[in-house]
């Protein structure tokens, strides 16, 4: 591994994403050969120094683990919680490796969720500039008129909440599959794809438009899909999927539109919590 920058060290070694990291070096709960670290640009050797944090040795990772999970309703996706509610680790049966969520559903969301302690993949998968597609399917109140969907498919602004400005998000492509009959009346299933993962995204994009999300789910991330795997069912990504995930994370558009650009076919016009 070498000589790198001590979030980057801690990624690599599974602890958390880089910049849950920073946040740990922040908090003072890291620790380089007894001296506690709050400097982000500190750099150090995971095979020679004595990496700690909350005062459990940093290991190096031995083996890469990458993770499919169906997400079911009910679960928080983080490591612990400190509601006690069930988290997603509880759901990993067997597996002794330390791997965390590569962005995030809420609660109440369910469906595609990948799980790793590849630190690298999981910082370029969760980058806007790499433009990993991900796939939503939202029910919501009421059906969506062309002039709505086409906010969404041109970006909008969103509240940030308590995070901050609002903010504006980028294109994405955007089609109603089907209109259903819901309790209080019409409703939508919408197909939404988006290239970036900001907080509570979807359902934020959702309500700006005034048809907030009844049911949430992701079935896709890049070229990975919910197809075979049960809801709370875990599997191990195949070589050859790996290897599709890490090429489409390498690859970065020329520039933001060409990352956000639907293909011919979705002509209707990438995570964090959603």
Do not use: W
Not at 241 to 267: C, G, H, Q, Y
């Amino acid at each position: 591994m070498g000589v790198e920058r001590l979030q980057k060290v801690l990624s690599q070694a599974g602890v958390a994403s880089r910049r849950a990291s920073e946040q740990l070096m922040l908090e003072g709960r890291v620790t380089v050969n007894g001296a506690t670290i709050r400097e982000l640009g500190t750099k150090a050797d995971a095979a020679r120094d004595d990496i700690r944090v909350d005062g459990r040795r940093v290991k190096v990772v031995e083996r890469y683990r990458y993770l499919l999970l169906n997400k079911p309703r009910g679960y928080v996706t983080t490591r612990s919680d400190p509601q006690r509610r069930p988290t997603v680790i509880d759901l990993l049966r067997g597996v002794r490796e330390y791997v965390y969520p590569v962005g995030r559903l809420d609660f109440d969301s369910e469906g595609l969720l990948l799980l790793t302690n590849d630190g690298d993949l999981a910082a370029r998968l969760t980058h806007p500039s790499h433009g990993v597609a991900r796939v939503y399917e939202a029910r919501v109140l009421g059906v969506p008129d062309e002039h709505e969907l086409e906010r969404l498919r041109k970006g909008l602004i969103i509240s940030a909440g308590s995070a901050g400005d609002d903010e504006r998000t980028l294109p994405a492509a955007v089609k109603v599959k089907r209109v259903l009959r819901g309790k209080r009346g019409p409703e939508a299933l919408v197909e939404i794809v988006i290239r970036e993962g900001r907080n509570r995204q979807v359902r934020n994009m959702c309500d700006a438009i005034g048809h907030p999300v009844v049911q949430l789910m992701r079935t896709k991330i890049g070229s990975l899909t919910l197809e075979g795997l049960r809801p709370g069912h875990v599997r191990e990504l195949k070589p050859d999927e790996i290897k599709a995930l890490s090429k489409r994370a390498v690859s970065t558009p020329k520039n933001a539109s060409d990352a956000t650009r639907p293909r011919a076919a979705a002509r209707p016009r990438r995570s964090r919590e959603k």
